[in-house]
């Protein structure tokens, strides 16, 4: 079969590319694709070399190098005409990798097609698309690869060799090399996209969480402006404060401004102390505000989800055969992103409960378990293992309906956010579903008393009292 009913085919599959897609950027970069063709003609130039003057078989040698020529001058025009960042479109990505895919067939047909080892090259270029551009693009470029290796099953010239002895191999070894050029391009293929997504969603993933963390740093700005006002008013205030003392002294003179007087001293005295709070340090915050006993860490948590349809109960003892000593209920540091994280396990709770939730704390000497239990649906056998990653949900779009009456859907941020939270703090997340016949989620979240407990001076200086065993509702 000639060459120039390959470069149809090819054309007419692009005609198909350009009517499918757009000029949406890939992630794949001019820079890439010239050094990936150009390791390509480099391996093919010395391959060509090779087998016609080291190992003296004979081919159509020139019509070889004419077709690798095409790749280094096109690899030389897009290296002119583009930076070396340019990010490509989409039609533009897949039409090179088409190309490179001609290119390839053009090189097998010349010398032997599927008989020649280097056949299972075809399913580079499919790969490197699944890598980089959406599905339907590297199937369309799967479906070129395939028809190019159908047509070099039946159609091909001699596989170079010794003239003493050709080499004619069956029309099954062919088709055998056909199916496992077939399975190899799929196999490659879904597992780079497979491994693309993953890492794309770690990217967004952690997009989000430094969005977060940008948010933090603003507030921390403002606190820094904060103190800065408060410095810069210090001394102004005080010389108010100075003269309402003098003008006080002398009220009598003038009666009728006496409480004006009084009023504007005291006014003064006030924004002092205001100041004086926003220019306290992070170690001088308020001992028993800084504190968190572990219940009302729950009941923090639980507040802001409390609803009429869905019932909260809250029960914090110590387990069963504690001693007095450990009985004591345990205190930790009032810390965001510990409420944050119990409070994003209560609400998927609350979002998923028939008509309850049931959140216990129990201790020991040892340690400290949290445990949110709900009677809804319970978690998805196929997810539950993977729940905690970013992008994996269990909420669809539409799937319920949220506090605002609006459709809620999830991304798997949350939760995977309220994890790491809860991680960083010294606790261990674990999943699992109720034994039936009862059914719901249950999420258990478990410290060590050394990384949640405050040091007891501390507790002392907070002015905690020793806590007996208690249930809230």
Not at 44 to 50: C, D, P, R, S, Y
Not at 182 to 196: C, K, N, Q, T, V
Not at 264 to 274: G, K, M, N, S, V
Not at 291 to 301: D, F, G, M, N, R
């Amino acid at each position: 079969m000639p060459v120039q009913s390959i470069l149809s085919g090819v054309r007419g599959g692009l005609g198909v590319l350009a009517r499918l897609n757009g000029q949406e950027a890939s992630r794949l970069r001019m820079q890439t694709i010239i050094r990936l063709r150009w390791f390509g003609v480099g391996g093919q130039l010395v391959t060509v070399a090779f087998v016609y003057w080291l190992l003296g078989y004979d081919f159509p040698i020139g019509w070889c190098l004419a077709f690798v020529s095409m790749s280094a001058w096109l690899n030389v025009y897009l290296r002119i005409a583009y930076p070396a960042r340019h990010r490509l479109s989409r039609s533009f990505a897949t039409a090179l990798l088409a190309w490179d895919i001609f290119e390839l067939a053009a090189l097998l047909y010349l010398t032997g097609g599927l008989q020649n080892p280097f056949a299972f090259l075809l399913v580079a270029p499919v790969t490197v698309s699944a890598a980089t551009l959406p599905a339907r693009n590297t199937v369309l470029l799967g479906t070129i690869a395939l028809s190019a290796s159908a047509v070099l099953v039946g159609w091909h010239w001699p596989l170079p060799w010794s003239p003493e002895m050709p080499v004619a191999l069956p029309v099954l070894y062919k088709l055998g090399m056909f199916a496992s050029i077939a399975a190899g391009m799929a196999f490659l293929a879904l597992y780079a996209a497979r491994l693309s997504k993953e890492a794309r969603n770690m990217s967004e993933a952690l997009a989000a969480t430094e969005h977060v963390l940008a948010r933090e740093q603003k507030l921390h700005a403002l606190d820094g402006l904060a103190a800065a006002a408060a410095h810069e008013l210090g001394t102004p205030l005080a010389t108010i404060a100075l003269v309402t003392k003098e003008l006080e002294r002398g009220s009598r003179q003038w009666p009728e401004l006496s409480e004006d007087i009084t009023l504007l001293r005291t006014q003064a005295e006030r924004c002092r102390d205001i100041l004086r709070k926003l220019t306290r340090s992070p170690t001088e915050q308020d001992p028993h505000h800084v504190s968190l006993p572990v219940t009302q860490l729950l009941q923090e948590a639980a507040g802001p989800y409390a609803s009429s349809q869905v019932r909260i109960r809250i029960a914090a003892a110590p387990r069963d055969g504690a001693s007095i000593a450990d009985s004591r209920e345990p205190i930790g540091e009032r810390r965001p992103g510990l409420i944050y994280g119990i409070g994003n396990i209560i609400e998927n709770a609350v979002d998923f409960a028939g008509s309850s939730v049931d959140i216990s704390a129990a201790w020991d000497e040892r340690e400290i378990e949290v445990t949110v239990t709900d009677d809804g649906p319970g978690f998805a056998p196929d997810i539950i293992d993977t729940l905690g990653e970013p992008y994996v949900t269990t909420r669809g779009t539409g799937q319920r309906l949220g506090r605002s009456g609006k459709e809620a859907s999830g991304l798997g941020l949350g939760f995977f956010i309220a994890k790491t939270l809860l991680e960083r703090s010294g606790a261990r997340v674990s999943l699992e579903n109720r034994v039936p016949p009862e059914h719901g989620a249950v999420v258990r979240v478990t410290w060590t008393r050394d990384s949640f407990d405050l040091p007891e001076s501390r507790q002392r200086i907070a002015g905690w009292p020793d806590t007996t065993p208690r249930a809230a509702e």
